[in-house]
């Protein structure tokens, strides 16, 4: 009978604990949704009054930022569609192959794809793609992204790609299919929500990143709009605060839209396809 007061006033301490939490982790995402629209520079949290458009016209006017929203798409997109469809392969063939010691190239490989994407390695990658003349490329950019993010692509992929039973291949080629046609209508329907997450991951981290298009790309033109965000800050380098928080949200929408179509298209999975 005493432990119900005792478990009453636990669960207030954790929901009240809970709800503080949420809120410190909520206030800047308010903020980042009413900034934009008040025409004085706040970086308190204030409901805009007036409320304007004004922030916005005066981003889609800045041709440079404009530019490198598109810049951003396209290394997004190639890289994804790289990453996509090599780890798809590379997964397949691991988990398929019985190539000795699959499992520790897998690890190892996934070691090392924190070190090709991380700035540790960027002299090296700089030399590598300065003395294939990419330099000043979109396809520099989307080769190192799809380099750095494809072990951990494949490590992810081949999870769901095991979770197939062959007997579902092999019924397939009794039947008369080729292994390719094994692969594309069994296997990768099946693996699909898996492809989906790969998609997704590999083009937040693309989208996001700063690092490597700042050292590799030299033309305004081609900049991302990760680089681009500094075209709102003054000389003096102090951030234009209706600006940002104007061309923030932008910047966001794309990589909000993916996940809200992904999610209501096939829907987020991170387990294998098949339970045999």
């Given amino acids: 009978m005493r432990k119900a007061p005792n478990i009453f006033l636990r669960r207030t301490i954790f929901s009240a604990a809970a709800t503080f939490l949420g809120t410190v982790f ?17 970086l308190g949290l204030a409901i805009p009054s007036p409320f304007t458009l004004s922030n916005f016209a005066t981003v889609f ?21 790289l990453v996509g469809a090599a780890a798809t392969l590379a997964a397949y063939a691991l988990s398929r192959s019985p190539i000795p010691g699959k499992g520790a190239v897998t690890y190892i490989l996934l070691l090392f794809s924190s070190v090709v994407s991380g700035s540790a390695a960027m002299v090296p990658i700089f030399l590598i ?4 003349g990419l330099i000043d490329t979109h396809l520099a950019v989307i080769l190192v992204f799809a380099g750095g993010l494809l072990p951990t692509a494949m490590f992810i992929l081949r999870d769901f790609i095991d979770a197939i039973p062959r007997s579902y291949e092999e019924s397939a080629m009794v039947a008369g299919a080729s292994p ?24 937040v981290n693309i989208w996001g990143s700063f690092l490597i298009p700042f050292i590799l790309l030299r033309s305004d033109k081609l900049m991302p709009a990760s680089v681009a965000i500094y075209s709102f800050y003054s000389e003096a380098g102090t951030p234009i605060v209706t600006l940002l ?12 839209a993916l996940y809200l179509f992904v999610n209501w298209k096939f829907g987020f999975r991170f387990f ?5």
């Fill in 26 to 42: 909520a206030l800047p995402l308010v903020w980042f949704v009413f900034a934009p629209f008040n025409a004085r520079a706040e």
């Fill in 180 to 203: 390719l046609q094994a692969f594309f209508d069994v296997a990768l329907p099946v693996i699909r929500p898996g492809i989906v997450v790969v998609v997704v991951w590999a083009f």
């Fill in 129 to 132: 793609i300065s003395a294939a």
């Fill in 272 to 276: 294998g396809g098949i339970k045999s």
């Fill in 61 to 81: 006017q800045n041709t440079f930022a404009m530019q490198a929203l598109l810049n951003s798409l396209i290394q997004a997109a190639g890289g994804v569609v």
């Fill in 245 to 256: 928080a104007a061309y923030s949200l932008i910047y966001s929408l794309p990589v909000i």
